[in-house]
């Protein structure tokens, strides 16, 4: 439907079928109205509710909802004191405006 992202397509989508339909349509409101994501009788309507729920839950458990403990961090003073030692220089050095080398 040439929109930036998908759910602008379904939107823009959406209104041009319920645009063609002339006048209203008692049937096809009262099934708009019962689910957001499907069309048919009760039992389709709690099965495809199911479906989606289920779809979600996987998709949280699987992408970016988790949050993962964090890796243990080094301090400030245990890195100031490895690059000292590498390259032969006191931590205040490291500190220090300019270069003295």
Not at 21 to 39: C, F, M, N, Q, T
Not at 66 to 75: A, F, L, Q
Not at 91 to 96: D, K, P, V
């Amino acid at each position: 439907m040439g929109r930036r992202t998908g759910r602008g397509n379904k939107e823009a989508y959406s209104k041009y079928v319920l645009g063609m339909i002339p006048g209203e349509d008692e049937v096809l409101k009262e099934a708009a109205e019962s689910s957001r994501y499907a069309v048919g009788d009760e039992q389709f309507l709690k099965e495809t509710e199911f479906d989606l729920n289920e779809a979600r839950l996987e998709k949280s458990v699987k992408g970016g909802d988790i949050i993962w403990p964090e890796r243990k961090k080094i301090g400030l003073q245990k890195v100031e004191q490895a690059v000292g030692r590498a390259f032969g220089v006191k931590a205040e050095e490291l500190r220090s405006h300019g270069s003295r080398w």
